[in-house]
């Protein structure tokens, strides 16, 4: 018997299900339940002076399954590892390796122990056929990848074990933490905070008119003669730039503007048409499907990658960390035939499309997230795996996007109607017509409804002014980041890895550095203290660049390029030096902020604090007066339809938001969304508990005569 591992028992059912199916032999799959041996948790566990050595041990948690493997090896006669094909993966395959004696553990050299049968299979699939050829087509452990991942692992573990204490001296809690990654990207939406308080709001014009002659045209002036109304700004800004635009139509101009226009004649004095052709986007990474699932439905990056994670390892879709467009032959001829099934020749392309990705190193996988069935019996399978509708509306995505990546691009006329008036003002209509819908067809089909018609006009048709609207308008601020605007800027700045994304955008908000308004972050006073000490204390270590360049070696430690122990002693050596002045400085930062509220005990100042769980309001006098009380954001405008108290922004245990009133527990009034506020929303009647009919216990005398 040959003993596959991996390391959930999802992925052992499907691999179960598969291998029985298919008759592919005696196997027993057995599953880790994620990592087994890893860093102690209450020691930084790193021996500087001995090349940065590690020391693992078993998780404590894990002591029964590692005794439960080490029982099946030994009646094997092979054992497959059969983990993720990531870092992560393949060092979970090399602890399971180490701990059934067929690793040699010399750090840093890591070396296979002789007479062992032990092989490596690597998949992007799970499926009868990836199966079968891994099975086939064994492979070694792949010990680079492993060097890597503990590079990262020994790195961050130094940065968060050294920097964490040095927070929690500066601002007297023991709970902060700092990260290599997630303090830079705390510091990205801290700068941006900066930025936007920065900006100055700077309020213009839009003029429109509605012009008509049959037919009715809405049109936005755009120039007098050579003097073009519109103008463009770009903001250098921390990580990337930032355009908007306004007009030099300002509020002491509108009046005698409007009065102007009204008083003129019009007519269409130009008429151009122009067809573009609109080609599908490439098939998803990790990162743009944590950017489409919550632009399209709202969800977290950890949730997406907790579905993902379910599709792929019920073998529906391929592995799901990865920064590659490739697509596999297999794919793409078997997307032409169900294209042309579906929806006819026409939409099919006579030759695969490719694309070129943007990252340096697609190193955590070979293939794009695409699914890994086109034909009907995957509705069957999710009735049998009985997913939720947020995986099937998860699975929809990546089924339309790898699949319209296959079908011909979309034909668009594009026409622009210029009415001129006699003296030279100038207004622009413009509409777009769906030639052939083409990759639209199964990604965005309400456009093609839409845009089907555009009207019917010649040069020097005169038109009558109905309507001149002068709409006042603000110049806005870069925007606040959300998970997938963050996630975005991430990877364009090579800061993290897909993989990473998800745990890092959790961690922050789980430690109240940021908050939710709506679907975008803000720092916390909290957040913006940490970020600006560590930004300024560690200026290298937290800057864009650095971090960068950090991750790349991390890469080129996996493509054998450099040295393990080098890249971690070309990091610690300077960031020591830093450590230990920053030790020397016994300034201490104030976290606390004050609000204009007394203290209804001791009348001293209320100030809003930090704990582990959250924010809180204490009195200032601590700990001389004891008073507190929960922190509530209180939404302007907004009350209560039962008891006319103010709504407030509360959260559930799982961190999801909603709003309900200040007086719970008086008042129990809530709703999800925040158009729904002021609205009676019925709740579901709950579940009325029957009570069990009374059962009499039988007295039974014992042998002594005494009733038991």
């Known amino acids: 018997m040959a003993l596959i591992v991996v390391e959930s028992p999802t992925k052992a059912r499907t691999f179960n299900r598969i291998l029985k199916s298919q008759e592919m032999g005696d196997y027993f799959v057995f599953a880790t339940m994620g990592h087994i041996r890893d860093l102690p948790a209450k020691t930084i566990s790193i021996d500087y002076k001995n090349n940065f050595e590690p020391t693992y041990e078993i998780n404590p948690k894990k002591a029964a399954v590692v005794a439960k493997l080490q029982e099946l090896a030994k009646d094997s006669n092979e054992i497959i590892l059969a983990t993720d094909p990531d870092r992560e993966g393949e060092s979970i395959s090399y602890h399971v390796a180490y701990i059934l004696g067929y690793i040699q553990e010399k750090w840093p050299d890591l070396a296979f122990k002789e007479g062992k049968s032990l092989k490596r299979i690597v998949f992007h699939e799970i499926t009868p056929t990836a199966l079968k050829e891994a099975l086939d087509n064994p492979e070694t452990l792949r010990l680079p990848l492993v060097k890597a991942q503990q590079a990262r692992r020994i790195l961050d573990r130094v940065v968060g074990y050294e920097l964490s204490p040095l927070l929690w001296n500066k601002m007297g809690k023991n709970w902060l933490s700092a990260g290599r990654v997630q303090s830079v990207a705390l510091r990205i939406i801290v700068e941006r905070e900066k930025e936007i308080e920065k900006f100055t709001k700077e309020v213009y014009f839009q003029i429109q008119g509605i012009f008509k002659n049959g037919q009715e045209f809405t049109a936005k002036l755009i120039r007098k003669n050579d003097l073009v109304y519109q103008q463009t700004y770009t903001l250098d800004l921390f990580a990337g730039t930032y355009t908007y635009t306004n007009t030099s139509i300002k509020p002491p101009d509108v009046e005698a503007l409007v009065q102007d226009i009204t008083d003129d004649t019009f007519t269409i004095s130009d008429v151009k048409e122009t067809e573009i052709k609109r080609y599908p986007p490439p098939p998803y990474t990790t990162s743009l499907l944590q950017q489409d699932g919550f632009i399209r439905h709202n969800f977290s990056s950890k949730q997406t990658m907790r579905l993902a994670q379910d599709l792929y390892e019920r073998g529906l879709i391929t592995y799901h960390r990865t920064d590659s467009f490739n697509l596999s ?74 699949v319209a990546t296959q079908m011909k691009e979309a034909d668009i006329q594009i026409m622009k109607i210029y009415i001129q008036g006699t003296k030279g003002y100038v207004f622009e209509s413009e509409y777009q017509k769906v030639v052939f819908d083409g990759f639209l067809k199964i990604l965005n089909p309400d456009f093609a409804v839409k845009n089907s018609v555009t009207p019917h006009v010649e040069t020097g048709t005169p038109l009558q002014l109905s309507t001149l609207t002068p709409n006042e308008l603000a110049t806005k601020p870069p925007p606040r980041y959300n998970d997938a605007s963050l996630i975005k800027i991430m990877e364009e700045k090579g800061i993290g890895r897909p993989s990473t994304y998800a745990p890092i955008l959790s961690l922050i908000e789980t430690k109240y550095y940021v908050e939710r308004e709506w679907r975008n972050f803000i720092p916390t006073h909290l957040g913006k203290a940490i970020s600006d000490y560590l930004s300024k204390a560690f200026p290298d270590l937290f800057s864009l660049d650095f971090t960068a360049g950090m991750e790349e070696s991390l890469d080129q430690i996996a493509a054998q390029e450099k040295e393990m122990v080098q890249v971690l002693a070309d990091f610690y050596t300077p960031f020591e030096k830093v450590l230990e002045e920053q030790k020397k400085d016994k300034e201490v930062i104030n976290i606390e902020d004050d609000i204009n509220e007394t203290c209804p005990k001791c009348n001293g100042k209320l100030t809003v604090r930090f704990s582990k769980y959250g924010k809180f309001y204490a009195c200032s006098n601590y700990p001389a007066c004891k008073y507190i009380k929960p922190f509530l954001t209180i939404l302007k405008d907004k009350f209560c339809p039962v008891c006319s108290g103010k709504i407030a922004v509360r959260y559930t245990r799982s961190k999801k938001r909603f709003y309900g009133c200040e007086n719970y527990p008086k008042c129990t009034y809530s709703v999800w969304v925040m158009k729904d506020i002021g609205k009676i929303i019925e709740k579901k009647p709950k579940k009325i508990e029957i009570p069990k009919k009374e059962v009499k216990k039988k007295v039974v005398k014992s042998k002594k005569g005494k009733k038991k």
């Open 329 to 402: 032959t297999q794919f793409v001829f078997r997307a032409k035939d169900y294209i042309e099934a579906t929806y006819g020749k026409e939409y099919a392309l006579e030759k695969p499309r490719g694309y070129r990705t943007k990252s340096k190193m697609a190193q955590e996988a070979h293939e794009a997230i695409r699914p890994t069935k086109l034909d009907n019996t995957v509705d069957k399978i999710f009735d049998n795996e009985k997913l939720t509708q947020n995986h099937k509306k998860l699975y929809k995505m990546v089924f339309d996007r790898a």
